[in-house]
C-alpha cells in the first residue's frame, strides 16, 4: 500500500512539473507572436509610407491595415493570442507609418495622426478579436467574422473609389467563405448548415461594409 501511495505522489509530482514548463513555453510562444505582429507592423507601416496615394490609393486608407492585422491575428491558435497580435501589429504599423514620417521630415497633420491613432488602437485588438473567432471560436461567431472584415474592405473600397481595396474585399471573402462552407459540411444536417454558414457571412459582410462605407463618406473627408 505504502509503495502504490509513493508512486502515485511521485506520478502527481512529476505531473506538475511537466505542467509549469508548458505553461511557461506557451508564454514565451505568445509573447513572441506578439513580438513579431509588432515587427512586421512597424516594417509594413514604413513601406506604406513610402508609397503615397497617387501611385496606390488604398495603400493610405484604414482598410489594408485592417488587412495585415488580420493575417498576422491569423497565424493564432486562440482568440486571447490572436486578439493581442491583433493590437500589437496594428500599433506596429502607426508606428512605422507615422514613425519614418517625423524622421525623414515629412510633413505629418496632427489631426489626422490624432484622428487614425486612436481608431487604429481600437480596431486593432476587434480585427484580431474577429481572426481568433475564425479559427477557434463557435460557429456562429466564426461565421460572423467570416463576413465583417471583408465587409470593411468592400466597404471603404466601394467609398473611396479604391479598386483594388475592393478587389482584396471580394477575394478575402470568397476565402473565408468556403474555409466556413468546408467547416459547416462537416455538421448534420450538412445542407442547413453550409446554408445557413453563407447567409450569416453575407449578412455580416453588407452589414460590415453598410456601415463603413456610410461612416467613410461622413468622417473621413473631414480630417483627411
Known sequence: MLTEVSTAQISEGSLRVAAAPLKAGQAVRVALGVIAALVIGVAVGAVTQQFPSQVIPASTSGGPWVLVSFLIALTAAGVASATARGLACMVGLAIGYYGLAALHGYPVSGSTAGF?????????????????????????????????????????????????????????????????????????????????????????????????????????????
Do not use: D, K, N
Open 116 to 224: 487614425w491613432v486612436p481608431v487604429a488602437l481600437l480596431v486593432g485588438p476587434l480585427t484580431g478579436l474577429a481572426a481568433g473567432w475564425i479559427r477557434s471560436g463557435s460557429p456562429l461567431l466564426a461565421h460572423i467574422a467570416a463576413g465583417v472584415i471583408p465587409g470593411v474592405l468592400l466597404g471603404e473600397g466601394f467609398a473611396a473609389g479604391h479598386q483594388l481595396e475592393t478587389l482584396a474585399g471580394a477575394g478575402l471573402m470568397a476565402g473565408l467563405l468556403a474555409w466556413q462552407v468546408r467547416r459547416a459540411a462537416a455538421h448534420a444536417p450538412a445542407a442547413r448548415a453550409v446554408a445557413g454558414a453563407v447567409a450569416v457571412a453575407l449578412a455580416g459582410c453588407l452589414a460590415a461594409g453598410a456601415l463603413v462605407c456610410s461612416w467613410y463618406l461622413a468622417t473621413v473627408p473631414t480630417v483627411g
